[in-house]
């Protein structure tokens, strides 16, 4: 999932980047996102997924969506009731770059909230992980020129936007289960 601060527009001002940072600032609607990513599905596909209630489910879609970071693409008769369903398009993240804080100022706490939520999300993927030659880890910091910075970071994501567009549903035959978590930022001097 790209983590941009586009969406959740508002009437007069246009995306709302604080719903947005509050939206992504929980492990389960990070989890949402993955999910969402390959397919379109349901409060109750997703629960059943993360191993959630209905009622929680619903939960997080309704922080996503009303964030405008993700959207509703069908509704279908389930059981004399609707069921909607929900999806994260990657490609129409237009705007790839972390949780910005502006020039000068201070990350707010749902800035670091976000950040929070990725560390909870990589160690609970960590305790998954397979042991093998396919793993790659990288952590470091580093004192670059800015052409390089500028250079990584947009290979970085074009290899984020490659695997957006290659997810495939969950538990599809032929395919890996992967976690990518990439967090590029500069640091104060």
Do not use: C
């Not at 959740?8 to 992504?24: E, F, I, K, M, W």
């Not at 999806?87 to 929070?116: K, N």
């Amino acid at each position: 999932m790209s983590l941009g601060v586009g969406g959740g527009a508002t009437p007069d001002t246009g995306p709302d980047p604080t719903a947005r940072l509050r939206a992504l600032a929980h492990p389960v609607r990070m989890r949402m996102l993955s999910l969402l990513t390959a397919s379109a599905l349901t409060a109750a596909e997703l629960a059943r997924e993360l191993d959630l209630t209905h009622a929680n489910a619903s939960y997080h879609l309704r922080h996503l969506l009303a964030a405008g970071v993700i959207e509703v693409v069908g509704e279908e008769r389930i059981r004399g009731g609707v069921a909607k369903r929900y999806r994260y398009d990657a490609d129409a993240d237009h705007d790839r770059q972390p949780p910005t804080v502006p020039e000068g100022a201070e990350p707010t706490p749902e800035h670091r909230l976000v950040y929070a939520a990725l560390a909870a999300e990589l160690r609970r993927r960590s305790a998954e992980l397979r042991r093998g030659p396919d793993n790659f880890l990288t952590d470091a910091e580093f004192w670059v020129d800015p052409e390089t910075w500028q250079e990584i970071r947009g290979l970085i994501a074009e290899a984020s936007a490659r695997l957006h567009r290659a997810a495939k549903p969950v538990r599809t035959p032929g395919t890996v289960r992967v976690s990518a978590t990439v967090a590029l930022f500069r640091m104060e001097d």
